[in-house]
């Protein structure tokens, strides 16, 4: 009888307060002793609150650093291969916890070549040969172009550290783009022509900002 007595008491509980809990009873007739715990649900929003705390500690942890700039990255790399640099990123190598500079360099015969350069001493780790089924239209776009990869990731650096400058080869305006990131942590793309030198804010980026903005409103 108590034990029945001590369940319904418990569910009433539950239900009162919207959350779920659990009854354990032990007896070993209507006379013995009973046992009782109560787990009280969190709400979904603290939940989720906590999560994205962690996510965004998680990304800031993630964020990597380097001593070797991105134009000192590339310089390096042509030390080591001599060709055109298509793009230079700083990211982990090979989804691993290391982190390096990769750059791409074309080379005269055609040849894509990938090179690791240790964004701490500016020495190349390794390089290999990637299949790549684009040159022409890399070529096509370099074609006339009197900036460099080297000398766009120099003009972007004054808007914060350079984190990877590649070439913009689709649509009708190619130029180069460059990721930049403040001391704050906040990230920026640039397109940097590829005559003149110029940089300015890549408008496509501040497109989809505004359109994420609006999503999450909705």
Excluded: C, F, Y
């Amino acid at each position: 009888m108590k034990r029945n007595i001590v369940i319904a008491a418990v569910t009433a509980a539950a239900l009162i307060g919207g959350g779920t809990a659990t009854a354990l009873a032990t007896t070993g007739d209507d006379q013995g002793p009973a046992r009782q715990a109560a787990n009280t649900k969190l709400s979904d929003d603290g939940n989720r609150d906590d999560q994205d705390d962690r996510d965004d500690r998680d990304d800031a942890a993630k964020v990597p650093s380097s001593d070797v700039t991105a134009p000192e990255a590339i310089a390096s790399a042509l030390k080591h291969t001599s060709g055109t640099v298509v793009s230079a990123e700083l990211d982990d190598e090979d989804d691993s916890d290391k982190v390096a500079w990769k750059v791409d360099v074309l080379s005269g015969d055609n040849t894509w070549h990938s090179v690791s350069v240790d964004p701490s001493s500016g020495k190349v780790l390794g390089s290999q040969t990637d299949d790549e089924d684009d040159t022409a239209q890399v070529r096509a776009s370099l074609k006339g172009s009197s900036v460099t990869a080297e000398e766009a990731a120099k003009a972007a650096a004054g808007k914060g550290v350079v984190t990877s400058v590649g070439l913009d080869e689709d649509g009708k305006d190619k130029s180069w783009e460059a990721e930049t990131r403040t001391s704050g942590g906040a990230e920026q793309d640039w397109k940097i022509d590829l005559a003149s030198g110029k940089v300015t804010a890549d408008r496509s980026d501040a497109q989809d900002d505004d359109t994420d903005d609006a999503d999450d409103q909705d």
